[in-house]
């Protein structure tokens, strides 16, 4: 059974820095991999898809890696800003289907 | 813009009292599903359609029920909402080929809808 999990469970940092954001799962034979943002209260985001066959995504100011291998993900964040104050989740299919398996949750707050 | 659309964004009902919540999407994906999300938890996978089969989670309570009238809408039926059901419900869709194993596409989200059972 595929068990996702995200440390650290919440982050607050201030404002400019960069941030890294960690994923691990336990079952390495996976497709891709996904990282959603949520705000409170609403649905989810999709910010980055990696494919197994990746090393790594970038969008703006957001850069993902995967390392199946050692069944681990990293979102990194550059030059944070208030605006990034969100929940983010990583999540991996489950098998060959298309249902997604979420980790708890890394809920950051960047203060002005 | 193309988009995943719930309806109500905010549902009440009372304890017992059948609900159906409402999912729309203009994306024209052939996959679409539901997760219930409880507060400070990650989204659970409830079902999901792929096409017209309809696919369960072998830990989805039967009070739970879903349709799909065509490719566009899926509703999720609450038969006899406890009070244990309340929880934000989420809507998603995703586009497969199913030509190639594991083609797996970005599942897109609608804003969800928050249930509050009375």
């Known amino acids: 059974k595929q068990e996702v999990t995200q440390i650290p469970a919440a982050l607050s940092v201030p404002e400019g820095e960069n941030l890294v954001l960690n994923c691990s799962f336990t079952d390495s034979a996976i497709y891709n991999l996904q990282w959603f943002r949520q705000d409170p209260g609403k649905g989810l985001t999709s910010l980055l898809l990696i494919q197994s066959s990746q090393r790594e995504q970038t969008s703006g100011r957001l850069n993902a890696s995967l390392d199946k291998s050692s069944g681990r993900s990293t979102l990194y964040i550059a030059a944070s800003q208030p605006g990034d104050s969100a929940t983010y989740l990583c999540?991996?299919?489950?098998?060959?289907?298309?249902?997604?398996?979420f980790g708890g949750g890394t809920r950051l707050m960047v203060k002005p | 813009d193309a988009m995943v659309i719930q309806n109500p964004r905010y549902q009440v009902t009372q304890f017992g009292k059948p609900v159906t919540l409402s999912c729309s999407q203009t994306l024209n994906h052939n996959v679409m599903y539901w997760y219930q999300q409880k507060s400070s938890q990650a989204p659970k996978l409830l079902f999901h359609?792929?096409?017209?089969?309809?696919?369960n989670e072998a830990d989805t309570p039967d009070n739970f029920q879903s349709r799909r009238p065509n490719t566009s809408f899926c509703f999720l039926d609450i038969r006899s909402p406890g009070l244990g059901d309340a929880a934000m419900y989420l809507c998603?869709?995703?586009?497969?080929?199913?030509?190639?194993?594991?083609?797996?596409?970005?599942?897109?989200f609608g804003p969800g809808t928050r249930l509050t059972v009375l």
């Open positions: 998603a869709t995703s586009r497969d080929s199913g030509l190639i194993l594991g083609s797996y596409n970005e599942q897109f």
């Open positions: 359609y792929y096409d017209k089969d309809f696919n």
């Open positions: 999540a991996v299919p489950k098998g060959a289907g298309n249902m997604l398996t």
